[in-house]
């Protein structure tokens, strides 16, 4: 185990270390291996023993950013020099690979951790792994906090009678208004759940595009496991007013599960889509992309869009 300087042991999470090296050490943690490790999403007592010994153990810790890296590691008590410590994040992600590459042939073990969460969902690493995988090299996953499975988890979404259910990973929609409002088009009718991620920045337009959903039902994650966690449900065209209820609820990280679709009605055309789509659309048009869509016969969907402009 390595031993840190007694100033920057976190004495609240010496035990775990000791723990850690007590469960974990007897495992087998071959060298020239990358291995990619999930960190908390926000509350530290969150990390698993198993990370913690390996963190120890890794002759170089390749992370998305080496200071906020750096501090997470001696919040545990673990200290590695600076030269451990390897920049691999979006924007160099394809360079850094050959840099691991070498760590790894010299057979050293490398850990890989994101800012927060597991690794190459969202976050960079997905290239890391390829490109270790493709070099003939191993790779060891080690499990822990993700905000999808956290989410998901307290959003009481379950698979109908029928056993149909499952989850989409949409990640972040689209910065852009148009392309954002399409993948919420696209979305409208799933009949799974749909988990997206989103950063405080950009939430009050998320809500806005979610908001044409209606009276979907949306499961919203904020600063999921921190302090002020705050976990709602409530209708998608809710959301919007939900947030400007209070100016906290802004802040922070955002995941989020958008409920599944429910079935279409087999008695007559599936109106969910074109009522959508004649909220952005001219009438000729939004009835062409329904139907092509929802497979529904033009002409009884035209009749609805006629109906609907009347109302």
């Known amino acids: ?180 409002a399409n993948a919420v088009l696209a979305l409208s009718s799933e009949t799974r759940a749909v988990v997206v991620l989103e950063a405080p920045h950009r939430i009050e337009a998320l809500a806005g595009a979610l908001a044409v959903l209606g009276e979907r039902p949306l499961t919203v994650g904020r600063e999921l496991t921190k302090q002020f966690e705050e976990i709602a449900t409530l209708t998608a065209s809710h959301f919007p007013d939900w947030l400007a209820a209070d100016a906290n609820r802004t802040r922070g990280e955002f995941a989020l599960v958008l409920h599944p679709a429910a079935a279409a009605s087999s008695t007559g055309p599936d109106t969910r889509v074109l009522k959508l789509l004649l909220a952005e659309l001219p009438l000729k048009t939004a009835v062409k992309l329904a139907a092509e869509i929802t497979g529904e016969p033009r002409n009884a969907l035209y009749e609805l869009a006629l109906t609907f402009k009347q109302r």
């Open 1 to 180: 185990m390595i031993t840190p300087p007694a100033s920057r042991i976190a004495s609240t999470f010496a035990g775990a270390l000791q723990a850690a090296q007590d469960a974990a050490a007897g495992q087998n943690y071959p060298s020239a291996t990358l291995y990619v490790v999930a960190t908390p999403i926000g509350n530290l007592a969150d990390i698993t023993l198993r990370a913690l010994h390996l963190l120890q153990l890794a002759d170089v810790v390749a992370c998305e950013d080496t200071r906020h890296t750096q501090t997470l590691l001696r919040a545990y008590g673990i200290d590695k020099a600076q030269a451990q410590l390897l920049a691999v994040h979006q924007h160099n992600e394809a360079q850094a690979v050959q840099s691991v590459l070498d760590r790894l042939q010299q057979g050293q073990r490398v850990a890989y951790v994101s800012d927060a969460g597991t690794p190459a969902v969202s976050d960079p690493g997905a290239r890391l792994v390829a490109g270790v995988r493709q070099a003939g090299l191993p790779v060891v996953p080690l499990p822990g906090a993700s905000s999808v499975t956290t989410v998901l988890s307290a959003s009481g979404v379950w698979a109908d009678s029928q056993g149909q259910g499952g989850f989409v990973f949409a990640g972040f929609l689209p910065s852009k208004s148009t392309e954002r």
